[in-house]
């Protein structure tokens, strides 16, 4: 595989691992249960159980983040590493 393939292929991998990162962690794991919980308090329907699961995904997001963000720049460099050349 030529050089300048496993470039765009190892900055494709990169992009995707980071875009993946944001959604996971940033929408599914912050921003969902934090209006999830904002829209169960409003209704009156919020229970303990409903917040505890809340707060846990919000404090756990970034540790989801860097971890599907690590993923993908390991991914990444193992198509192309520069240190080979």
């Known amino acids: 595989m030529s050089r300048n393939l496993k470039i765009l292929l190892a900055?494709?991998?990169y992009l995707l691992g980071f875009a993946v990162?944001?959604?996971v962690g940033g929408w599914i794991?912050?921003?969902?249960p934090i209006?999830?919980?904002i829209a169960a308090y409003t209704?009156?329907?919020?229970?303990?159980?409903?917040l505890a699961i809340a707060v846990?995904?919000?404090i756990s997001s970034m540790t989801v983040t860097?971890?599907?963000w690590c993923i993908g720049y390991i991914a990444s460099n193992s198509i192309y590493d520069s240190r080979d050349e």
């Open 11 to 13: 900055s494709a991998v």
């Open 21 to 23: 990162s944001i959604y």
């Open 66 to 68: 860097g971890l599907i």
């Open 43 to 50: 209704l009156g329907t919020l229970t303990f159980p409903q």
């Open 56 to 58: 846990i995904k919000c």
């Open 35 to 37: 209006r999830g919980t």
């Open 29 to 32: 794991m912050l921003l969902k």
